[in-house]
């Protein structure tokens, strides 16, 4: 150790790959401080002295890490980090980030919808875990920052039965009934059911093997399944039958654009806009698939048949609608209690079913 001619002092550190590395500090106690947290750094594998910024290690882990993604899910990665992370780490050296760094980026997205936030910070503990199993990190600062949970009541999920006929009755467009009708009668995805191709369906029954997403307002050439899951082989409901039989086939797809070609970005949303707006209640795309999860729990499918047939990845997923369906029945019956109590409703024996039992 050494004292400097502008006052501080300078310690030289030997690494353990025979490199030798100087620290300062303006107290004795400071520098032999910053040799000990070299020594840490060295001894946990850390590549010291390593001055790669955020954005330098983002460009590389996109590249690495999500370059092999499906268009959208790599342009959500892209978006993510380009609008909201970008302007606030890019600059930084991934040594120097610290979690108030990190909630700084989480506040300003705080406003913004939970789906939102959620990818933000997905995308920061992915960039981040991986820089840590690179060595280039000792901790992840993403560690326990959470996102800002909303207090807005939460969005229509599924339609009624009611709703569901009523659905129905005002979908006239062949393509779009079509297009219901697969994802509200077997529970297909916006991506599954635009995927799928006459030559899918045989015997009573439809195998899920591709998805169409698109790149812009083209369909993307790339039509793998989200995931291994996804491909499955669901019976048809006669009702859905009813509607395939008497669904014109223009082309190789099932819900193709009008001259049988495979439909565009703004070919589906006009379809979709267009049959779709003199309802009396809110609808978009997904809610049809958690009408069929809704359904299914209604009539009493296991949680095993029915990950498999909503093509979920973990059961864990389908636990999740399951459970939330169970709280609203809790909820619902509520009301039920309170007619009971204040005397509204005959809940004498002669108002309730009777089940004949054997002699």
């Known amino acids: 150790m050494k004292k400097r001619k502008d ?29 000990d947290a070299l020594r840490i750094q060295d001894q946990q594998g850390l590549v010291v002295g390593d001055t790669t910024t955020v954005d330098e290690w983002a460009k590389l882990w996109i590249k690495t890490y999500k370059g092999d993604l499906r268009a959208n899910t790599l342009a959500m990665y892209r978006n ?55 060595r280039l990190i ?36 062949p393509r779009a009934r079509c297009f219901v009708g697969l994802c509200l009668y077997c529970g297909l995805r916006r991506e599954e059911a635009l995927g799928l191709q006459w030559g899918d369906i045989a015997a009573g029954k439809l195998t ?36 395939l039989s008497l669904t014109p086939r223009l082309g190789l797809y099932v819900v193709p654009r009008a001259d049988g070609r495979a439909i565009t970005r703004i070919g589906f949303r006009r379809l979709w806009e267009s049959s779709t707006k003199g309802l009396s209640f809110p609808l978009h ?11 299914l729990y209604r009539a009493g499918i296991d949680l095993k048949t029915a990950q498999y047939l909503l093509g979920h990845a973990t059961i864990q997923m389908t636990a999740n609608i399951y459970t939330h369906i169970e709280k609203e029945d809790a909820t619902a019956s509520i009301v039920q209690l309170e007619r009971y109590l204040s005397g509204k409703t005959d809940f004498s024996e002669s108002s309730q079913k009777v089940v004949n039992r054997p002699q």
């Open 7 to 35: 006052g501080r002092y300078q310690k030289k550190v030997t690494l353990s790959d025979g490199r030798q590395k100087l620290v300062y500090g303006r107290t004795i106690a400071e520098v032999n401080q910053a040799a």
């Open 80 to 134: 993510a980090y380009n609008v909201h992370i970008l302007p606030y780490l890019a600059t930084m050296p991934l040594q120097e980030v610290r979690p108030v760094n990190v909630r700084e980026v989480m506040k300003a997205v705080a406003g913004m919808s939970e789906s939102t936030q959620h990818k933000v910070l997905i995308t920061m503990r992915q960039l981040f875990t991986t820089a840590r199993q690179n």
């Open 138 to 173: 000792i901790s992840d600062p993403t560690e326990g920052v959470k996102t800002t949970p909303h207090a807005n009541p939460p969005k229509k999920a599924y339609l009624t039965l009611e709703e569901q006929e009523s659905l129905m009755t005002s979908v006239s467009e």
């Open 208 to 243: 899920v093997n591709r998805a169409v997403t698109f790149i812009g307002n083209q369909p993307d050439p790339v039509q793998e399944l989200k995931t291994k899951a996804a491909h499955r082989t669901i019976p048809i409901p006669k009702v859905l039958q009813d509607i």
């Open 285 to 295: 795309p997904h809610m049809l698939r958690h009408s069929y999860a809704t359904n």
